[in-house]
DNA sequence: ATGAAAGCGCTAACAT
DNA sequence: ATGTTAGCGCTTTCAT
C-alpha cells in the first residue's frame, strides 16, 4: 500500500490516523491508494505497539445477555461507550461462578481496557492482581467481595422498605416476603429493608412470613400458595423479582385474590400495567446503571486515581392498582 | 519471561500452547515462571502472526440489544460460538442504516473471523469486497438486498397465512391488519402471506382493512381504534408485530372489546398467556434463528464453500384465549 | 514534510 | 527436546 502510493509506511500512517505533516498532495495520493486497496487498519496490530497499549474495548459481564434488565443495562453501555469507539464483548454468566472466572481470563487474554461486571462468585479477590495493576474495573448491580472497586447498584434496602412503607400507610399489618437465592447479596438486601422498615412501623418481624431461595416462576407459585391458604394469611405480599413475581401472580388468580390481597414487586416489567389489576412495582433504572458504570469506567481509563466508591441509583415506586389493595375490613 | 524459566522463547510457547515436544521438566519450570509473573496469552499479538489469522472473535449487529427477541438470538449465538472460544461483539442498530455501515466497518477493523447482521440498511452490496475475500457472513431475520449470503429466517408469510387460516376456522371473515414499516422486508412478508391466505379461502382481499407503518404502540392504539369504531369493524385483528399487538390489546380493552373481537399477534411475549383473555400468537423461535446462524458462520469459518442459502425456521401458532374468539351470530 | 529503523508479543519455519 | 530467526501490521523514535 506505501508502495502503491509511492510514499513511506510512515506517511500511510499519518495520513489515516489524521497526524499533521502530511502535504495535500501526498495526502490525496494515499487516500487515493487506500481506496483502491479498501485498506482497513489493523487496530489490534495498532494497539500492540501503542501507548497504554489500548485496544478500544472492554468486557461485560451479565446474568445474561437475554434477561430483560441486562439487556437494558448492555444497551446503556453500548451507547456509552461507542461513542468514543469503544466495542463490548458480552457474556453471559449463567449464575455461574465458575465461568465469571473462566470469561474475565478469556477477556484479559483479549486485553480489553477494562471491565464491568455482576459478580456472582463467592468473592472478587482473583482480579485482585489485575486490578492493581491497573485493570479499571466496575462492578454492577452488586458490589463486589474481598476486594474494593468502583460499584454502582440499586438502593436494594431502601426500595423494598419504600415498597413495606406503602402496604403499611394501605393499612396493612400482615405482610409477607417471597424472596430469592439468599446467596444473593441483592436479594438479602431487598429482605432486610423490608424487615426494618415493618419493624420500625412497631409491627412485629418475628412472624413475618418469608418464604426465600424461589429462584424461578414455579417455585415462587408454589411458596405463595402455600402461604396464602395457611392460617392466619398475608393481606399484602412483596416479592423480590421478577419471575417470583409472576409466580405470585399466577398464585393469587388461581385464588381468585388478585383484587383482594395486595402486592407489590421489586423491578418492573413490561405489560405490568396491563395486568389485572395493574402490578405495583419498585422499579430500577437500568439505562442509569448502565450509563453510570460506563462512565465511571471510561474515567479509569482515563486514569481517575480516587478511591473506589459505591454509587447508589435510586429506585422508584410505581402504583399501578396492586400495592393499593386494601386489607379486609 | 522466558529469562525467567530460563528457556527459550518458542519453548514458552510450546508450554503455553499446549504444543508437544517439551519434557515435563521443562513444562513446569514455564508453568511454574507463568504464575509467578501472572502471565496472560495475548491473543491479538498471536493472531497477527498465526495461520489464517484468527481472532477467534465474531461480530453480531441487532437491532438492539435492549429487544428481547434480540436478546434471546444474541444468547444463543454467544453459546454456541463460546463453546469454540470464540467472543462476541455486539452492537445495536436502532434501524438506522448508517450505523450499520458504520459498525461492519469498525468491525472489521477489529478483524473479526465473521459477521452474524439483521440487515437494515436498503442495500448490502457494500460489504460484497469483504465477503468475496472470504469474509464469513451470516444473515438473520432479513435477507440481504444487493448480494448473495447464508441467511437465517422465520417463515413470515407462512406464520402470517397460519394466523389467517386459524381465524378464518374459527369463522371470522371480516380479518383486519396492523402492520409494522413497509420498508422491513419481514413486515412485507407477513402482510403477503396474511392477504394471500384469505383469497386462498375465497374472501375477498381488496377490502381488508389493512393499517401500516405501525412502528409503536401508541400509534397501533390509534389505528385499531379506529378500526374498531369505524363502519362494518373488523371481527378478528392480526397484529404483525409485538409493539402493534400491545397497542391493539390496549384498544380492545378501552372498547370492552377483549372479549368480543379476535386477536393473533406475531411474535410471543412474556406473560401472554396471564392476560385476560390470554394472547393467542404466532411464536418465532429466536434460540434456533440463533443458533442455526451460528452453526451456519462456523462451517464459512471452517471453510465450507458451498453456495449461500436462506434457513428457514418456522413459526409456531400458540392458542390461549384471543385468536379462539368467535365472530357474532 | 517525509522516511528508516526498531520493536510491540507472538507464531511459523527452520535449525540444532 | 529446545532454540534462533524472521516477520505479522502497526506506532514510536529519531533522522533527514
Not at 472492554?58 to 461507542?82: C, H, T, Y
Not at 409491627?203 to 431461595?213: C, L, V
Amino acid at each position: 500500500m506505501a508502495a502503491l502510493a509511492g510514499v513511506g509506511i510512515k506517511t500511510v500512517s499519518r495520513v489515516i490516523n489524521d497526524e499533521p505533516g502530511v502535504s495535500e498532495a501526498t495526502r490525496q495520493k494515499v487516500l487515493n491508494a487506500s481506496r483502491q486497496l479498501n485498506y482497513q487498519l489493523d487496530m489490534a496490530a495498532g494497539s500492540l505497539r501503542r501507548a497504554g497499549r489500548r485496544t478500544l474495548s472492554v468486557g461485560l459481564l451479565l446474568p445474561s445477555v437475554s434477561n430483560p434488565f441486562s439487556g437494558e443495562i448492555n444497551r446503556a453501555i453500548e451507547d456509552a461507550l461507542g461513542a468514543r469507539g469503544i466495542a463490548v464483548f458480552a457474556a453471559s454468566l449463567d449464575d455461574d461462578p465458575r465461568r465469571e472466572q473462566a470469561i474475565v481470563t478469556a477477556f484479559l487474554g483479549r486485553r480489553v481496557d477494562g471491565l464491568i461486571l455482576t459478580p456472582i462468585a463467592r468473592s472478587q479477590a482473583y482480579v485482585i492482581p489485575e486490578h492493581s495493576r491497573d485493570l479499571p474495573l466496575v462492578f454492577i448491580d452488586r458490589e463486589p467481595v474481598g476486594m474494593e472497586a468502583d460499584a454502582v447498584v440499586t438502593d436494594n434496602a431502601a426500595g423494598a422498605a419504600s415498597a413495606a412503607a406503602h402496604l403499611i400507610s394501605g393499612g396493612h399489618t400482615r405482610l409477607a416476603y417471597l424472596g430469592d437465592r439468599t446467596d444473593i447479596q441483592t436479594a438479602r438486601e431487598r429482605r432486610r429493608g423490608f424487615v426494618e422498615e415493618i419493624g420500625r412501623h412497631g409491627i412485629p418481624t418475628s412472624t413475618i412470613p418469608i418464604r426465600e431461595n424461589l429462584h424461578n416462576e414455579e417455585s415462587a407459585r408454589l411458596a405463595a400458595l402455600e402461604l396464602l391458604t395457611a392460617e392466619d394469611p398475608p393481606t399484602a405480599i412483596f416479592s423480590s423479582q421478577n419471575l417470583v413475581t409472576f409466580g405470585a401472580m399466577r398464585a393469587l388468580r388461581e385464588l381468585g385474590l388478585s383484587n383482594r390481597v395486595a402486592l407489590i414487586g421489586f423491578d418492573d416489567f413490561t405489560l405490568a400495567d396491563m395486568m389485572d389489576p395493574g402490578v405495583t412495582v419498585i422499579a430500577q433504572h437500568p439505562e442509569q446503571i448502565g450509563k453510570l458504570a460506563a462512565e465511571r469506567l471510561l474515567a479509569r481509563i482515563d486514569g481517575d486515581e480516587q478511591p473506589p466508591r459505591t454509587y447508589v441509583v435510586p429506585s422508584e415506586l410505581i402504583q399501578r392498582g396492586s400495592g393499593e389493595i386494601r386489607p379486609p375490613a
